[in-house]
């Protein structure tokens, strides 16, 4: 997914490029060790989709970024960063962004502690910019750990349903782009209006792109999630067309005796197999195009036409690649 190729705004672009630099120089000690730790990640690159979304909404596309702008932009990667994090230690993940995981090569209790660092940085730049953004990133971190936990309360749960998957969404995965698009417009000190409309848009976004992973995870038989279709099933973590179909599907009852603990290849496969001719996909695109709309709705209020076109087509060119379901 190349998100420049639909958002058509060279400057943004080109800023999220600066921001580099930025990252790294935030975060590191002049401790050999311990910056191999903290920039690990930031090292392994990435698709800076929480930058591209601040800075886009601070700039519109039509001027470069402040300081300001960018250091902004570095507050929501670091949080992101740090929530990775701790993500690889609870699912004892090896691999990340093609690299060694922190905790795979250093352990769990450093890379607990690295997360840790990085979430900080990241409060102590936000507070920087005062009090409005400091109040937002708390929020922000406590909405993705309610989202975490809500997560981990339904692990291997065939009874989960729809409200508290979009609960977990909501805040691992779109509390975060919505605060990402409210930091660029506070930076820019864009007017009530907009800052709600950006906020708003940023929320739909992160539940598109989840919506969009989730998808994946069932169909993805090429691997562009690198790891295996099915895999979420497997680990117990029923996400929207799993759901769709244990409750509303002819399959359901087979799918319901499968699922409730671990899985081997096979079963795996097999469950994935129930999910797709559930209609489980179809009904999660449905639900992810609504997202579509809202944000259509919600991003109207911002003035700047290119900035409305590019980031609309950005968003909806992340369920273009399911014409078939």
Request: proline fraction near 3%.
């Amino acid at each position: 997914m190349n998100p420049y190729q639909h958002l058509r705004l060279p400057l943004v672009e080109s800023d999220v490029q600066r921001l580099e630099n930025l990252l790294e120089a935030s975060v590191v000690f002049g401790d050999e060790y311990l910056d191999s730790i903290t920039t690990h990640l930031i090292k392994a690159g990435g698709k800076r989709l929480r930058p591209l979304l601040a800075l886009s909404a601070a700039t519109y596309g039509e001027r470069e970024a402040s300081p300001n702008d960018l250091m902004g932009a570095v507050a929501v990667e670091l949080m992101h960063l740090a929530s990775l994090y701790h993500d690889d230690v609870m699912d004892e993940a090896d691999i990340r962004r093609n690299v060694s995981s922190v905790n795979a090569r250093y352990g769990n209790l450093i890379a607990i502690v690295g997360g840790d660092y990085l979430m900080a940085r990241s409060a102590g730049i936000a507070a920087d910019h005062g009090v409005e953004m400091a109040r937002l990133m708390a929020h922000t971190l406590a909405w993705l750990t309610r989202g975490q936990a809500s997560e981990v309360k339904t692990i291997y749960n065939t009874g989960r349903t729809i409200d508290q998957y979009f609960e977990a969404i909501e805040g691992k995965t779109a509390a975060l782009m919505s605060a990402s698009c409210r930091v660029g417009a506070l930076t820019a000190n864009h007017s009530d209006d907009v800052r709600e409309g950006l906020t708003e848009f940023g929320r739909c976004f992160g539940m598109v792109y989840q919506l969009r992973d989730d998808i994946l995870d069932v169909i993805d038989v090429q691997n562009k999630l690198s790891k295996p279709a099915g895999q979420d099933i497997a680990e117990g973590v029923y996400t929207f067309p799993t759901i769709v179909a244990l409750n509303d599907s002819p399959q359901a009852g087979e799918l319901a005796e499968l699922l409730g603990g671990p899985l081997d290849d096979a079963q795996r496969e097999h469950a994935r197999q129930l999910v797709i001719a559930s209609g489980g996909i179809h009904a999660a695109i449905n639900a992810a195009d609504d997202f579509v709309e809202r944000a259509s709705v919600a991003i109207s209020v911002v003035p700047s036409e290119g900035l409305r076109e590019g980031l609309t087509a950005f968003l909806t060119s992340l369920m273009s690649e399911f014409p078939a379901y």
